[in-house]
């Protein structure tokens, strides 16, 4: 028998009791950044959030009582893993345009691509794996795939994207597969030009590499014309095998309604050959059963008959505009040495500090200036990005960019300064 | 220089070509079943549906309307991982009443349980790690559980849930932890009485192994008195030390709105310690960033002003009745030889067959006969449950309750006569 209550054990931390798993997850940084953009004075360039001004609310509702009126019992019901059919054959029709030609089957529906990065990481990643991924690289990738202990190759970006000449030497030290963002890409806000995209097809082909495209963007292109995802050109690339059997081939492509409808839906949506589909729905299933049926009827109502492309075309009117306002502020107040990219769309540049400067420490400056933004080592697995940041342009109206590029030239003016003048004594 | 398309590359299979892992999740029974029951001509007892007849269907438009109306940017913006404050309120006081006592930073919520489920492996489970769980034991749990390679030691239930008499030695072998339904068992319909929840709590905290307690359906007690959940007996076994500070103690608590409001929403929470907690929230920013804002806000719309509180008086009242009309069923229409628990609340009750039966070739014969239920071996790790079937009794009015239970009885009866008879030549 035992006796009265253990106190050394309660007094103890689980982390220390019992030996919680804490394997290099990326600090929270876009957690923390979140938070800080609820202090309504700071101008907040950190965040990954749509503009709530081009949210469909009017749409949404009139979708709401939609599917509560006329399918409530199926909306509120368990559903199956797989996802809402429905939306599954809108989302193949409309990337049938976009180039993309699958079936239904092809799909699963997730919550969030956050989840698809995760469902793809727990399926296909062994602890100690490497990974070939984009040097910045997407910061929400990294945690999903750091939590199964993967370890990365890297091929830096130029102002072009993915440097493709330097592609064949990682992929002959066999990564599990190659992370892609080809349209405006986050952080850096680069795409990758038709041949770059026909290149590393070809190479991840060669070497047997499947390859995860992530387009969560695609749609929201503000100049230039609309260039073809690896997911096609690799399918052209396999010729007749794929067009006239079921669909294969070695990418694996990501896109969500977060950007286009509303992020607080969590409704995105991975394609794949059929038997990779299959094991992700068991992953799935192991992981949340299923993604909201009732946001999936939801994002189906709304984006049905057309709604979509209209509402589409309204977001790159307003995000192109914010676009060209960040632009404009920083050829007006950034002191020379500092360099940006030129985002043909998607919602991120990516800004580059002289030499000499560190972006870490130009934040705590900043945000005391009451602007805020996410320093450039978070994008990196390792090290790297130290004199980079991201700069959102999608969430402030222009006015607030303005203001926010005046007052972070003034900080990066300042330590410019700062660190010019030689140490007296 | 590469050559055209590699046709034998993209002729091969992932599973084959990418070493898909496959470790030993349990083969989607659920999945399968829950397709088994679109066909309208088939009485389930398969599934865990609730009843679509009490979902608050004009509540919860109220709640869309009034969501979208007052706090609509909000609602479809991307929120913090820990989840909507209010709603995490709300749980601390309504779990409160139940002798749960905790502040809002010791709640997550997670979309449905089945996450936390997940999540917990996450944090948790590293590949060969043993976990003490009950013999059955709820099959989306294994399904969570395996995915991070888990083993597992094996504790019988008898009519009381699980044989404390045994626990002590499988606790001995290390666990990492012990996973328990104390209210209304998902599969076996079992209640632990308060001197077993007692013994668990000492021998768990003497042994230094945390107790994972999953009660959804706590609420839904149709007979019989409250008995404390493990947490709480936890908090009062280590005295001033927990009670004084920060909720501490070695539980683990989940639960969720599936079963009291609509399990389509995907919104229920996790109950810890505030450092387990911390870790809980890094792990699921890298699975899904957050759950659905708008279903969070909705189901705390619908649940907020003691309408929850009507709400499951309700659903008490409509599953109580089918409770009985299957206990009644079973009663009239079983052969001699089969047994069934008789739960005091829940879904669910367990049916076993006698010797010489085995319930998984019952299924086949059952569905013939238009009637379907889960085999119990899909809720035993390794051997077990062979003679043994999940009934739901929450889904099915009384009159299909009546009409499923004769036929499968039915079948029950031609297998019994069939096992009887010898084989002739």
Request: aromatic share 8%; net charge negative; with cysteine.
């Amino acid at each position: 028998m035992i006796a009265n209550g253990n106190n050394h054990f309660v007094d103890t931390p689980w982390t220390d009791r019992f030996a919680l798993r804490a394997e290099g997850l990326t600090s929270s940084v876009i957690r923390e950044l979140l938070k800080l953009t609820q202090d309504p004075e700071v101008i907040s360039f950190a965040g990954g959030l749509p503009a709530p001004e081009v949210f469909p609310l009017e749409e949404i509702e009139a979708a709401c009582h939609k599917v509560l009126a006329e399918q409530g019992t199926k909306a509120l019901q368990y559903s199956t893993t797989e996802g809402f059919l429905p939306l599954r054959e809108l989302l193949v029709r409309r990337m049938g345009r976009y180039g993309i030609h699958v079936s239904p089957a092809n799909v699963l529906i997730t919550s969030g691509s956050q989840q698809a990065l995760d469902l793809i990481g727990k399926l296909l990643i062994n602890s100690g794996d490497r990974l070939l991924v984009e040097a910045p690289t997407y910061l929400g990738a990294l945690q999903a795939f750091n939590a199964y202990q993967a370890r990365y190759l890297k091929v830096p970006l130029d102002a072009d994207g993915m440097r493709v000449d330097l592609l064949e030497e990682e992929l002959r030290s066999g990564p599990k597969f190659v992370y892609v963002l080809p349209n405006f890409h986050n952080p850096a806000g680069t795409t990758l030009p038709l041949e770059r995209r026909q290149r590393i097809v070809e190479l991840a082909s060669h070497y047997g590499v499947p390859i995860l495209e992530d387009d969560p963007y695609g749609q929201l292109r503000y100049e230039g014309e609309h260039l073809p995802p690896l997911l096609e050109i690799d399918s052209e690339y396999h010729g007749a095998a794929a067009a006239s059997g079921p669909f294969r081939g070695g990418v694996i492509y990501l896109s969500t309604f977060s950007k286009t409808l509303a992020p607080g839906l969590r409704v995105a949506w991975v394609v794949a050959p059929e038997d990779v589909i299959f094991r992700l729905v068991q992953m799935k299933q192991g992981s949340d059963l299923h993604t909201s049926t009732f946001d999936q009827m939801v994002a189906y109502e709304t984006a049905r008959n057309g709604f979509l492309d209209e509402h589409v075309k309204k977001i790159r009117e307003v995000y192109g505009v914010r676009r060209q306002a960040m632009l404009n502020a920083l050829e007006r107040h950034m002191p020379l040495g500092v360099e940006w990219t030129r985002p043909q769309g998607g919602l991120f540049l990516w800004l580059t500090l002289p030499q000499g400067l560190d972006s870490a420490t130009i934040l705590e400056e900043a945000v005391r200036a009451k602007v805020a933004f996410v320093p450039g080592r978070a994008f990196f697995p390792g090290k790297g990005g130290e004199r980079s940041m991201r700069l959102n342009f999608s969430y402030c109206t222009p006015e607030v960019i303005e203001e926010g590029i005046r007052r972070l030239a003034e900080v990066v003016d300042r330590a410019l300064v700062g660190s010019a003048v030689p140490v007296a004594g």
